[in-house]
């Protein structure tokens, strides 16, 4: 490189999700804020960051990259969902440019030089820990002219000589000072405004830290980003955290791996609070909570609740099974500790959910099931997703002792446990297609109100009401069965399954009918006769809340016509006096607190409120999100006003108003 010529550089990211807006750039926005810290490299290098929704295609980002111009160095931040494409254009760049730089870096592809090298000649780095200080000195050889298959001073990467042998230079340890890294978003490495000067994305992401202490066998997140957790200072957070209040971002997310650990977290809290109190903004917080709660994460909730700050509490619990925590090197919280705490989170008002990973090694169906609806009992939704064996993990390390037998997706590169020593291919099918159905119908939301009243009442567990569910679907003639069953077909390697199911449910009334046929069929005969009045209203009252759904593309006839309404700070769909044999809000809320309640009829006339914007997240398989859309008593939505009105920032009724009482 001529000592005058600037280096033409583009850090590429993709999202997994086909969201109408894109993902926060952000593990690219750390290397474009390292390179623009750096002296030398500032005036050297042209560094764009070139960002993608989920399901943008291979035409679109490499016309996208190379229509205005080749770089000199094309480098990918690289998850399993975006590996192939990232492999495919690093292929066309390097017949554009062929003595172009490919740099490939992120969990999927650190310390995996020997498969990504033969699977894509045409990447000549990859990186193996964190990227800032690497990649700027791979700029820094760059710009001296150096060869990449020369690479040998340059801690942390795998490369290639010219002879075509794999080399890796060992990493430096993980940065111990935080601060030493720039802030792309107080730098501008990250664009945040549209033209029209809105913000660009869904949430705004952020990191308060980096590491995790633990090392669960399954999550490569120890290993990644080191054991030992490092904290960025607290000014610095709290000056991002002022710029998204300034811009009137609604949710932050935290990409951190354990919030609630560290007493830095509580001062987060409390400088996020006070900032909402200037700018109205940000007004929820979501994060992955510390498994195991401390005095901190206590506190830091009584404080989030009492200033009406949203958040979702997870009980990431991943499975129950003591021989299968065992093996993943895991230990959860005591089983009576976990149920106090989510007993406490429901006394707070406070929604919890919970979550599970099917085919853990040492799981069988049976525990796994028995697990599943002991945690329905005490939380409102299970979130289950099974096992996937994810590089740099120690399943993955590992594989043989574990006997995993696994395939890698049709579009991307994650790949699918199939079976292992203690679980067999057919469980493994009939699992899976337990889990299809309890993501949509109870994950989603699909059901809310019916689950405690069918256990209580009915008599019948959550795992069972779902396996007759998918049974019955799997052996019904009704066309409407059809497209779900070969989205269940698929769904072990096509994330987009449970999408397609999901807004048929939302949007499709012969689907929506398929589950009244199901009810009368399979479930009803088995329910006793007495309760069969109030379970019908019930399922009734969860069908005629589901979100209105009004993308163009939805499925099935013209949309009802409703009537939209402004109701604190927003916009709402109103269905009017709407008529319940049963009081069933008050019904799911007397079973919940174990209260007596008579479940004969009673009843009453509701106006059902469905806040507008559902179209954009319908196929977001977010329950999160989901849950903002369905559809509420206007008593609901007044309470949860009244109830933000008693906090100190008069903006915060909206944001409560977004609770749903499911
Ligand atoms: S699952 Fe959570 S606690 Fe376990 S290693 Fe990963 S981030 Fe850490």
Not at 90 to 115: D, I, M, S, Y
Not at 343 to 359: P, Q, R, S
Not at 485 to 510: Q, T, W
């Amino acid at each position: 490189v001529a000592h005058d010529e600037v280096v033409r550089v583009v850090l590429v990211q993709q999202g997994v999700w086909e969201m109408p807006t894109e993902s926060m750039p952000l593990a690219v926005g750390y290397l474009k804020a390292a390179v623009q810290a750096d002296e030398r490299l500032r005036w050297r290098t042209d560094v764009r960051i070139a960002n993608y929704r989920g399901g943008v295609g291979l035409g679109h980002i490499t016309d996208d990259l190379f229509r205005h111009g080749v770089p000199d160095v094309l480098a990918f931040s690289v998850l399993g969902w975006n590996y192939r494409t990232f492999g495919a254009v690093a292929e066309t760049f390097k017949q554009l440019n062929p003595r172009g730089w490919v740099v490939f870096g992120g969990t999927h592809a650190a310390h995996q030089g020997e498969r990504t090298f033969r699977m894509f000649p045409e990447v000549d780095v990859v990186v193996d820990g964190e990227g800032e200080r690497v990649f700027t000195q791979l700029l820094h050889a760059h710009i001296d002219g150096a060869d990449p298959r020369e690479l040998v001073g340059i801690a942390g990467i795998t490369y290639r000589t010219a002879a075509g042998e794999r080399r890796t230079n060992p990493g430096d340890p993980p940065l111990r000072d935080l601060s030493l890294l720039p802030s792309p978003i107080l730098t501008g490495a990250i664009g945040l405004e549209r033209r029209d000067g809105s913000f660009p994305y869904d949430v705004a992401l952020m990191e308060t830290n980096r590491g995790c202490p633990y090392k669960c066998a399954f999550c490569y997140w120890g290993g990644a980003t080191g054991q030992k957790v490092r904290a960025f200072p607290r000014e610095r957070l709290r000056a991002e955290l002022e710029e998204f209040g300034r811009r009137q971002v609604h949710t932050v997310v935290l990409c951190d791996a354990n919030f609630g650990m560290l007493p830095a977290d509580e001062q987060f809290v409390e400088d996020l609070l006070s900032i909402r109190g200037t700018y109205g903004y940000p007004r929820a917080l979501e994060t992955s909570w510390a498994k195991n709660k401390s005095e901190t994460f206590y506190r830091i909730v009584r404080e989030m609740k009492r200033s009406g700050l949203r958040s979702s509490f997870t009980l990431a619990l991943q499975t129950l099974n003591e021989s299968a925590l065992e093996r993943m090197h895991r230990r959860n919280m005591k089983l009576n500790d976990w149920e106090d705490l989510a007993t406490w989170l429901a006394a707070e008002g406070l929604e919890c959910y919970a979550e599970l990973i099917w085919g853990a090694p040492g799981d069988t169906p049976e525990a796994f099931l028995e697990g599943y609806d002991r945690l329905a009992q005490t939380v409102s939704r299970v979130a289950v997703y099974p096992l996937l064996l994810l590089p740099n993990t120690d399943y993955h390390d590992k594989r043989e002792d574990f006997g995993f037998v696994t395939v890698r997706g049709d579009h991307d590169d994650f790949q699918y446990v199939l079976a292992h020593d203690t679980m067999t291919a057919q469980d493994n099918q009939q699992m899976l297609r337990f889990i299809f159905w309890a993501r949509a119908l109870a994950e989603n939301l699909v059901f809310r109100h019916l689950w405690v009243p069918l256990r209580v009442l009915g008599g019948v567990a959550q795992s069972q009401a779902i396996r007759s569910f998918a049974d019955w679907v799997e052996a019904s003639d009704a066309p409407a069965a059809v497209p779900l069953r070969a989205a269940v077909a698929r769904f072990n390697v096509d994330p987009d399954a449970l999408a397609d199911v999901l807004v048929r449910v939302f949007g499709d009334p012969s689907t929506t009918a398929l589950v009244r046929v199901w009810w009368d069929d399979a479930l009803r005969p088995r329910l006793p006769p007495g309760a069969v009045p109030a379970l019908d209203e019930v399922l009734r009252y969860d069908l005629l809340t589901l979100p209105v759904y009004r993308a163009p593309s939805a499925a099935g006839p013209e949309a009802e016509p409703l009537p939209v309404v402004e109701a604190h700070g927003d916009r709402w769909y109103v269905r009017e006096d709407v008529g319940l044999t049963h009081d069933v809000p008050a019904l799911v809320q007397a079973l919940r607190r174990g209260e007596p309640m008579p479940s004969h009829p009673r009843p009453i006339t509701r106006t059902l409120y469905y806040r507008l914007g559902f179209d954009d997240f319908a196929r977001s398989t977010n329950h999160e999100e989901i849950a903002h859309y369905m559809g509420v008593t206007e008593q609901e939505l007044d309470a949860a006003a009244a109830r933000a009105a008693a906090t100190p920032s008069p903006e915060a009724a909206a944001a409560l108003a977004r609770t749903s009482s499911c």
